[in-house]
């Protein structure tokens, strides 16, 4: 696992946004088994009880599930990841509106090229 | 806890420390932040009594006494050890002198550091002396481990690998107090800032807290007080 940290955010809330691109993009899988938090603390170089917070706020919002001395696993409540998909592209729009905003683009110019590049398939990600 | 009140301390007539108060707590890491000569050595120095003071420090509610040490153990940024000692003889020796002394955990930190056992203290590069001092102390089953200047005059990897260490179980659970002005290589490993500003604390705070409600880095705060 590689992360890269901004100094502004809250390190907990960057490890949790890490979680969930991971989750909706498929490189963790329903019910998959995710390390400890003393070994995500020692894979991301994190301070343990930041680590601490981030898997209390997955557990929360029902991203992870933690049974008694079995390893924390992602959720396969399909409610749940509905959800998650549904925030981060919600998030992913607002940002996109923002900046297109920000420099006078107008609507029917910005979905032209929204749609090209979709179909084209060259975006960057 | 480590409580400090109200520590302070004059060399000659220069006040270096003029009234510090904080709290150190079990199982997190709070750093000790100031520009050079504003007075962090010297309170590790006044916790571990070894120099005069006024004030109170109260170590898990008690005065600090003899037996209190048995509880801290005190990393120095230069080493302490006898120079033409191999590291083994100088393990040896703590074993001798220090019942806390733990071999299981100082063979983990040997291999986590990569050091050779027959390696002469005297002929060690900076950055391996600053691992077996640290080797040395963290090897000891105390609560709580107070660490001066650890990142001091090293190489970046020597650096990375010992902050290394604050995320293994070599730390876990115990309370450490860390003095750095290094603060970008352990930004993401403290729990707490005690920034120090011309003998007082200028700001006590949590480094995730003000990430939260701020949108600050610790440097951003640090830039407040250093630059204006």
Known sequence: ?125 | MIEVKDLVKNYGRKKVLDGVSFTADKGEITCLIGVNGVGKTTILNSIMKLTPFKGEILVDGEKVRKNTFEKITFIPDSTTMIPSFTIDEAMDFMNDYYEAWNQGRADDLLKFFNLKREEKISSLSKGNTAKVNLLLGLALDVDYILMDEPFSGIDIFSREQIAEVFTTHLIEDRGVIITTHEIHDIEHLIDKVVLLDEGTIYKEFSTEEIRETEGKSVVDVMREVYRG
Not at chain 1, 20 to 29: M, P, S, T, V
Not at chain 1, 50 to 61: D, I
Not at chain 1, 65 to 72: A, G, V, Y
Not at chain 1, 101 to 108: A, E, T
């Open chain 1, 1 to 125: 696992m590689n992360m890269q940290f901004n100094n502004r955010d809250p390190v907990y809330v960057q490890v949790v946004r890490h979680f969930k691109n991971q989750i909706a993009k498929g490189f963790l899988e329903p019910g998959q088994a995710i390390p400890s938090r003393r070994e995500l603390a020692n894979q991301i170089k994190i301070n343990p009880n930041t680590a601490q917070r981030a898997y209390k706020e997955m557990e929360e919002e029902a991203l992870i599930k933690t049974e008694k001395n079995q390893p924390s696993r992602v959720t396969s409540d399909e409610k749940v990841l509905q959800n998650l998909r549904e925030e981060l592209v919600g998030q992913a729009v607002n940002d996109f509106v923002t900046s297109v905003k920000s420099i006078n683009v107008p609507l029917d110019d910005a979905l032209n090229l929204v749609k090209r590049k979709y179909e084209k398939g060259d975006s960057n990600d």
